[in-house]
């Protein structure tokens, strides 16, 4: 499958989908289509739970899909307590600071 952003006179298409979990599907009025970004998120700090954390160094925190519905973004710390999950990557970046 080619990435590429639609243009707006372009028609919308429908995507047939094979997954593993959910069996075959279609999915219908796509117009845009972008591979997920994984990856490493750098940060100088992070506030959690009314505390900031700041870092000597950058922490490199690289994104991975959840396995069961490979659906939601996860950033997993365990070191700082971190154990986040969102559906974009800029949700994430937020979760993490909360």
Same mark, same amino acid.
């Given at each position: 499958?080619?990435?590429?952003?639609?243009?707006?006179?372009?028609?919308?298409?429908?995507?047939?989908?094979?997954?593993?979990?959910?069996?075959?599907?279609?999915?219908?009025?796509?117009? &845009?289509?972008?591979?997920?970004? #994984?990856?490493?998120?750098?940060?100088? +700090?992070?506030? =959690? $739970?009314?505390?900031? !954390? &700041?870092?000597?160094?950058?922490? #490199?925190?690289?994104?991975?899909?959840? +396995?069961?519905? =490979? $659906?939601?973004?996860? !950033?997993?710390?365990?070191?700082?307590? #971190?154990?986040?999950?969102?559906?974009?990557?800029?949700?994430?970046?937020?979760?993490?600071?909360?």
């Amino acid at each position: 499958m080619q990435m590429s952003e639609a243009q707006p006179s372009e028609a919308k298409a429908t995507i047939p989908i094979i997954d593993e979990q959910m069996g075959s599907f279609e999915v219908h009025d796509v117009t &845009r289509v972008e591979p997920v970004d #994984l990856s490493p998120i750098s940060f100088k +700090e992070i506030q =959690k $739970q009314n505390r900031k !954390l &700041r870092f000597k160094t950058s922490l #490199l925190l690289t994104p991975k899909m959840d +396995e069961e519905s =490979k $659906q939601l973004l996860i !950033l997993d710390e365990p070191e700082i307590g #971190l154990y986040v999950f969102a559906y974009t990557r800029d949700e994430l970046i937020h979760e993490a600071n909360e």
